[in-house]
């Protein structure tokens, strides 16, 4: 297992590098000039100029690139271009909604998925499995501000039941926090419980009718046991592939939310970033995500064997 574990590690370091590389080049190819924006809309060429050099801007490619990547392994992301605080400042103040929203988001979704995966498979091609199916093509179909503005409007403006939009800190308490984060996390979990949902029904059917399956049954086993020991626990290598692949969803759907409930968040600091061109907190905050979509894959591939004995790398 360690040796799998290490030999897995590795091979993320090229790609690592690769999405770094990417990053940079997608960024400074891009429309605009960080220097433009640096120096402010009154500056004349001269300042421009001065600004440009100061910030390296006038070296070769690889040059920039080089001392981006040193800085980068020295823990240095940069300056914000508007705001002129440290990128891993701004990172480490909204750290704190973006990961409450994500694990929320992750807890829900799994739990409301699976047992909605294993009875849609259980009552197959009944009223059941229908409306299952139903239920995951809309959630999937309707775009998360779609649904984020109307769950704001039935739970929030016509129950008052929730906060229309903000967060608290868990600071504040277990209740507050807790009371912030509900809608958000159901209206951006809504299209992940549909992608799960949907995989596992459909992984749970292929099993379902396996020999060994029908072998079981036969032999009179309680069906329970034929569900959740035989059926669901080799169904389980590709229902985590789908969860570690849908956290680019939620990362992506990560930035419209906050946008939408006003979530001090990563996502939040995102889309403040592009609109402000604001470039080295957008080359760290999408290093970020693309490193954390990374590790979460990892470890997906490290649960395998645990699932599946069979698997080996």
């Given amino acids: 297992m360690i040796k799998l574990a290490a030999r897995r590690i590795l091979m993320t370091i090229p790609v690592m590098l690769l999405v770094a590389l990417l990053v940079f080049s997608l960024l400074h190819l891009s429309p605009g000039d960080p220097a433009v924006v640096f120096a402010g809309d009154q500056a004349t060429p001269e300042q421009i100029e001065q600004v440009r050099i100061r910030m390296g801007l006038d070296q070769p490619f690889l040059v920039q690139f080089g001392t981006w990547g040193w800085n980068l392994l020295n823990g240095d992301l940069g300056r914000s271009l508007v705001s002129n605080v440290p990128v891993v400042d701004l990172i480490a103040q909204r750290i704190e909604p973006t990961l409450s929203l994500t694990v929320l988001t992750l807890l829900w979704s799994v739990l409301a998925a699976v047992p909605l995966a294993v009875l849609a498979a259980w009552k197959q091609n009944s009223l059941i499995d229908r409306a299952v199916m139903l239920l995951g093509v809309a959630g999937f179909s309707v775009p998360i501000f779609v649904f984020a503005y109307c769950v704001i409007y039935i739970f929030s403006i016509e129950l008052r039941w929730l906060p229309i939009q903000g967060y608290k800190p868990l600071s504040e308490g277990v209740g507050p926090w807790l009371r912030s984060l509900v809608l958000p996390a159901f209206a951006l979990g809504t299209g992940y419980v549909a992608l799960i949902s949907r995989i596992g029904?459909?992984?749970?059917?292929?099993?379902?009718?396996?020999?060994?399956?029908?072998?079981?049954?036969?032999?009179?086993?309680?069906?329970?046991?034929?569900?959740?020991?035989?059926?669901?626990?080799?169904?389980?290598?590709?229902?985590?592939?789908?969860?570690?692949?849908?956290?680019?969803?939620?990362?992506?759907?990560?930035?419209?939310?906050?946008?939408?409930?006003?979530l001090p968040g990563i996502g939040r600091l995102t889309a403040d970033a592009i609109l402000r061109r604001d470039y080295p907190v957008i080359q760290g905050v999408v290093l970020l995500f693309s490193f954390s979509y990374m590790l979460i894959n990892l470890l997906i591939d490290l649960l395998y064997p645990l699932f599946d004995p069979r698997i080996r790398y």
């Fill in 201 to 262: 029904r459909a992984a749970l059917v292929e099993i379902l009718q396996q020999d060994y399956i029908r072998t079981a049954r036969a032999k009179g086993a309680n069906s329970r046991i034929v569900l959740f020991r035989h059926a669901l626990k080799n169904a389980a290598v590709p229902i985590i592939t789908i969860v570690g692949l849908g956290v680019g969803l939620l990362i992506g759907g990560a930035v419209v939310t906050e946008t939408v409930f006003a």
